[in-house]
C-alpha cells in the first residue's frame, strides 16, 4: 500500500484522519505550514507502527506544495488516499475584506486543494485509481463567515471537477462537509469525522459518494 497524504494536519480533524488510515496500516505522510505542527502529528503516531513522512509547505505556496508532495511520493510512493484539510476559518461579513484578504482566503481553502490535485491525481489516474478527499463545512452559507461560505462552496465545485476529469479513471474525489465546530466529546468529534473519510476511502466504486455530511446528532 502506498498509503495516504494529509494536507493540514492540526490537532483536530488532520491528526484524527492520519490515526484512522494509520490503524489500517497505511504509511502516511504529514504536512502542514509548521514543522511544530507536523513534528507534533508525527509524535503520535510513533506508536502506530506504520511508516511516517513529516513534511513542511504552505499550501498557497504551489512550489514549495509540490515539492513537499513530490517528497512523500519518494518515500511511500503515489498515494492511495489524499486528504486535503487545510483551511482559512475566520469570521467576516459582506464588504468586511479587502481583496487581498479574499484572494488568501481563497487561495487556502481551494486553490491549496485544486493544485495538490493537478499534481497528484494524473499519477493517480495512471496508476488506476485513488481517493481525493477535501474537509468540506458550510453545508448552508452563513453571512457571518461570508470567505468560508465561498470556499466551502468551491469545495463542492473542485470536487466535481476533479471527478469530471479523473473519475473514470477510477480517481474516486468526495468531501465531508462538518456543520459545527470540531471539538473531542461533542458531535463533532474529530475521530467520529474520520470514520467518513475512511469509509469514503474505502467504498467500491459502484457506491462512491461525492459529498458526506457530518451534522450534530439529534
Keep these: 500500500m502506498s498509503g495516504v497524504v494529509i494536507i493540514g494536519v492540526g490537532p483536530g480533524v488532520g ?4 490515526r484512522r488510515f494509520a490503524a489500517e496500516g497505511l504509511p502516511v505522510a504529514l504536512l502542514a505550514r509548521g514543522a511544530e505542527t507536523v513534528r507534533t502529528a508525527a509524535e503520535a503516531l510513533a506508536s502506530s507502527g506504520v511508516p511516517v513522512a ?7 505556496d504551489r512550489t514549495a506544495l509540490e515539492a513537499a508532495l513530490d517528497k512523500a511520493v519518494a518515500e511511500h510512493g503515489v498515494p492511495d488516499a489524499v486528504v486535503y484539510n487545510a483551511a482559512l476559518i475566520r469570521p467576516d461579513a459582506l464588504g468586511e475584506l479587502s481583496v ?9 481553502n481551494v486553490v491549496g486543494a ?11 489516474a495512471a496508476r488506476g485509481g485513488g481517493t481525493f478527499l477535501i474537509t468540506g463545512g458550510m453545508p448552508e452559507p452563513k453571512p457571518e463567515y461570508v470567505s468560508l461560505s465561498l470556499g466551502k462552496a468551491g469545495v463542492r465545485t473542485l470536487v466535481n471537477l476533479i471527478d469530471r476529469q479523473y473519475g473514470e479513471a477510477g480517481v474516486h474525489a468526495a468531501s465531508v462537509t462538518i456543520d459545527g465546530p470540531v471539538a473531542p466529546g461533542t458531535d463533532f468529534d474529530p475521530d467520529d469525522i474520520a470514520e467518513h473519510y475512511w469509509r469514503l476511502h474505502a467504498q467500491p466504486r459502484n457506491a462512491w ?4 455530511l457530518h451534522s450534530a446528532r439529534l
Design 114 to 124: 485544486a493544485n495538490a490535485a493537478a499534481h497528484l491525481a494524473p499519477a493517480m
Design 100 to 108: 487581498r484578504d479574499h484572494m488568501d482566503a481563497w487561495a487556502v
Design 54 to 60: 513529516a513534511l513542511t509547505a504552505d499550501a498557497t
Design 209 to 212: 459518494q461525492h459529498e458526506v
Design 15 to 18: 491528526q484524527a484522519v492520519a
